[in-house]
């Protein structure tokens, strides 16, 4: 279980949020909400270890991540959080299959993952060559082969339709109840309403259903 105390960011005089505590269970989806310019990719970049918090701790069991060094912080990010950004961090000149690759080297869920994001058979075409909607696809395929325990979403279905939105936030949600924990940074009331909770990064209420 992952769990902030304290977090607090500000750039310069400007202070996002101050004083976050958020505990992040598994198998639950916390939505982070709120206006644009809030804070909420700077939140889902310092849960990420991608960012520093000006203050305040981010645990993992009583393990603080905070203090960790690059080297502990790369090994983190690498056994235990599955990234799902809007420049999707694939790579572009490299197959569907090489990108698998690098999350687990296994056929048999890379086949499974590419049928559930709607690209069976297409393992072996270049990333530069898919619409932005297929390279967010490919990301959520990657994200499912690797089966972090936590999943931070920025905006998941900003590329897609409204069948593939909803095929995303469903994934998202088979994969927290296989016991991994799920903060999704969204506008969209469909996308909040799909997760558990919600995190108003702007006035630091949290919404927790029952
Ligand atoms: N490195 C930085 N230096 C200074 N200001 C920054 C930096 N990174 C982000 N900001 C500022 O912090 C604020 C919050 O940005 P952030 O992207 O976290 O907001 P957001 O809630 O995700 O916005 P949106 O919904 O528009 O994507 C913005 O005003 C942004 O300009």
Redesign the pocket.
């Known amino acids: 279980m992952i769990r902030t105390a304290q977090l607090t960011k500000s750039?310069?005089e400007r202070t996002?949020w101050q004083g976050v505590d958020l505990t992040l269970p598994s198998g639950r989806m916390l939505a982070l909400v709120?206006?644009?310019?809030?804070?909420?990719?700077?939140?889902l970049n310092c849960l990420g270890l991608l960012e520093k918090p000006s203050s305040g701790d981010i645990l993992h069991g009583e393990k603080s991540l905070t203090h960790l060094g690059a080297g502990g912080r790369r090994r983190f990010r690498k056994a235990h959080l599955g990234y799902l950004f809007q420049n999707y961090a694939l790579m572009e000149n490299a197959t569907v299959r090489q990108n698998l690759d690098l999350a687990r080297r296994d056929r048999e869920r890379q086949a499974h993952a590419l049928e559930r994001v709607g690209l069976a058979g297409r393992g072996g075409e270049k990333v530069h060559r898919m619409s932005g909607g297929e390279q967010q696809r490919i990301a959520l395929a990657r994200l499912m082969v690797k089966q972090p325990s936590l999943v931070l979403a920025d905006e998941p279905t900003g590329a897609l339709d409204e069948g593939n939105g909803r095929m995303v936030i469903d994934t998202l949600r088979q994969m927290a109840h296989e016991g991994c924990t799920v903060v999704v940074?969204t506008?969209k009331e469909d996308v909040r309403d799909g997760c558990d909770d919600a995190f108003d990064?702007h006035t630091q209420c949290l919404s927790v259903a029952v």
């Open positions: 750039f310069g996002l709120g206006p644009s310019g809030s804070g909420k990719t700077t939140l940074a506008h990064v």
